[in-house]
């Protein structure tokens, strides 16, 4: 959340200091940092179901709980890359809109 909070902040400020020329690439930025937003967002719901099906495992004991919390922290860990890069592409556009 704190990187697309960056890439966002960042994104906004090179919206408001850009020139007329750069300002196609200031906007790529600020699209891609709300992008970044939307990607952190779904991998935060990924853990918020990783960490229920982790709770359902430890309350029932058995082991299809246990494969099944473990399949969706997996995926949750999967979503959570997804945005990482997103929110470093956002973070480039930023820096390539800045020069």
């Not at 709300?34 to 029932?60: L, M, P």
């Not at 058995?62 to 997996?74: E, H, I, L, N, R």
Request: with cysteine; aromatic share 0%; glycine share 6%.
């Amino acid at each position: 959340m704190r990187i697309v909070t960056i890439a966002a902040v960042a994104a906004l400020a090179i919206g408001a200091a850009a020139c007329q020329p750069k300002a196609e690439k200031a906007n790529e930025a600020a699209a891609d940092a709300n992008a970044a937003a939307a990607s952190s967002q779904q991998a935060a719901d990924a853990a918020a179901q990783a960490a229920n099906a982790s709770a359902t495992a430890a309350q029932t004991g058995d082991t299809a709980s246990a494969k099944a919390a473990g399949d969706t922290a997996a995926a949750a860990g999967d979503t959570a890359e997804k945005a990482g890069d997103a929110a470093k592409d956002a973070g480039h556009d930023a820096k390539d809109a800045a020069h």
